[in-house]
C-alpha cells in the first residue's frame, strides 16, 4: 500500500492546541532561549481573533497533523508592495527530509505570488544549521545588509511611557 500523499491546508479554530504544541515542539527543537509564554487563546486570537494578525497552513499525513507554517503580512516602502514573513516553520522529526518543509515553503511562496507579493522573508536563528542548510538549499538568500533590532518588556514600556 502507497502512503498518503500530504495535504497542506489553512488552520481553522479546531486547529489551535495542535499549533501550540507544535509551537512548543519548535522552541525546544531550536533551543530557543527563554521560554515559550504563547497560550493556546493567543494563538487563536492571533490567527482567528477579532483582527487577526496572521494565518497557518498544517501539513498532514494520513489525515495527521505533521507540520505547520505559520506568516504574516508585511509591507515594503522600497518595492511599494506587500510581503510575507514566515514566522515559523515546522515539521515533526519524523516526517523531516521527506520534502515536506519544503512544500510548506513552496506553499506560502504560492500565496505570495497570487497575492501580488514581492517578498517571502524570514529569520532563523545563526545556530540552526540544519536550517540553514535547508533554506540554503532553496536558494534564499542571507541578508547581510539588514540587523533585527528589538525592544521587549520594560525597554519597549519605557519608551512608550516617553511618547507625548
Given at each position: 500500500m502507497l502512503p498518503a500523499a500530504p495535504v497542506i491546508r489553512p488552520a481553522v479554530p479546531a486547529d489551535v492546541d495542535v499549533l501550540h504544541r507544535f509551537i512548543l515542539e519548535l522552541a525546544e527543537a531550536e533551543e530557543l532561549p527563554g521560554q515559550v509564554t504563547a497560550r493556546p487563546g493567543d494563538v487563536a486570537a492571533a490567527l482567528f481573533g477579532a483582527r487577526p494578525?496572521?494565518?497557518a497552513v498544517l501539513v498532514e499525513v494520513g489525515g495527521e497533523p505533521v507540520g505547520?507554517?505559520?506568516f504574516h503580512p508585511t509591507y515594503s516602502t522600497v518595492v511599494g508592495r506587500p510581503g510575507i514573513h514566515l514566522?515559523?516553520?515546522?515539521?515533526?522529526?519524523?516526517h523531516q527530509g521527506g520534502g515536506l518543509g519544503r512544500a510548506l515553503v513552496a506553499h506560502v511562496a504560492g500565496l505570495?505570488?497570487?497575492?501580488?507579493c514581492a517578498r517571502l522573508e524570514w529569520w532563523v536563528l545563526r545556530t540552526n544549521e540544519s536550517a540553514l542548510g535547508f533554506y540554503r538549499r532553496l536558494h534564499a538568500r542571507a541578508l547581510d545588509e539588514i540587523a533585527?533590532?528589538?525592544l521587549d518588556g520594560d525597554t519597549l514600556a519605557e519608551l512608550a511611557s516617553s511618547a507625548g
Open positions: 494578525v496572521a494565518e505547520f507554517a505559520l514566522a515559523d516553520l515546522y515539521v515533526r522529526p519524523e505570495a505570488v497570487r497575492r501580488g533585527v533590532l528589538r
